[in-house]
T-cell receptor
Framework: DAMVIQNPRYQVTQFGKPVTLSCSQTLNHNVMYWYQQKSSQAPKLLFHYYDKDFNNEADTPDNFQSRRPNTSFCFLDIRSPGLGDAAMYLC????????????FGPGTRLLVL | DQQVKQNSPSLSVQEGRISILNCDYTNSMFDYFLWYKKYPAEGPTFLISISSIKDKNEDGRFTVFLNKSAKHLSLHIVPSQPGDSAVYFCASGTYKYIFGTGTRLKVLA
């Protein structure tokens, strides 16, 4: 039973063409996170939502936006993808933010042509 | 500035022996530590965690040790099995986590 679902698993977009990645969860967790992971690097937190409260990391480029229309869904929008945005994008959830396990989805691999 | 470091990119261990994966952190404010396992084409899966008030936590074949004075944690897997072959990430933090770059473990049959 999938708990954190990400669609699509693979996404190909063109340089500069907006793209949206989606994440849904069946855990009813309050917090949803988006991470970017490039090859052989650590997952890097982009932002997270605690319920409807959006928390952006200081070094997340403005090109990356997020929406959380309800508890179950969260979207990552890349307004103008560059070649450097090609990466694995991981969605995670947790009950709260303090000393809680984060549960990850399988990720979406983004390719920018 | 890497606040969480896994200095060994890879490790090979014989089946049945102990695997020891290491992780160092720099921020003394970090009070919660986790290990995740990741198979190819899958997301990280939670393995085990430890709070800063403890120095050891055990779950079956997996034990995590925390040395706060050295800002070091380690994951011991005993005995190692071929199915343990994966990339292991440590993560540390307070209300959000910083991940290491991972160690690829290969358990040889």
């Amino acid at each position: 039973d999938a708990m954190v679902i990400q669609n699509p698993r693979y996404q190909v977009t063109q340089f500069g063409k907006p793209v949206t990645l989606s994440c849904s969860q069946t855990l009813n967790h309050n917090v949803m996170y988006w991470y970017q992971q490039k090859s052989s690097q650590a997952p890097k937190l982009l932002f997270h939502y605690y319920d409807k409260d959006f928390n952006n990391e200081a070094d997340t480029p403005d090109n990356f936006q997020s929406r959380r229309p309800n508890t179950s869904f969260c979207f990552l929008d890349i307004r103008s993808p560059g070649l450097g945005d090609a990466a694995m994008y991981l969605c995670a959830t947790s009950r709260s933010t303090s000393r809680e396990t984060q549960y990850f989805g399988p990720g979406t691999r983004l390719l920018v042509l | 500035d890497q606040q969480v470091k896994q200095n060994s990119p890879s490790l090979s261990v014989q089946e049945g022996r102990i695997s020891i994966l290491n992780c160092d952190y720099t921020n003394s404010m970090f009070d919660y530590f986790l290990w995740y396992k990741k198979y190819p084409a899958e997301g990280p899966t939670f393995l085990i965690s430890i709070s800063s008030i403890k120095d050891k936590n055990e779950d079956g074949r997996f034990t995590v040790f925390l040395n706060k004075s050295a800002k070091h944690l380690s994951l011991h897997i005993v005995p190692s099995q071929p199915g343990d072959s994966a990339v292991y990430f440590c993560a540390s933090g307070t209300y959000k986590y910083i991940f290491g770059t991972g160690t690829r473990l290969k358990v040889l049959a």
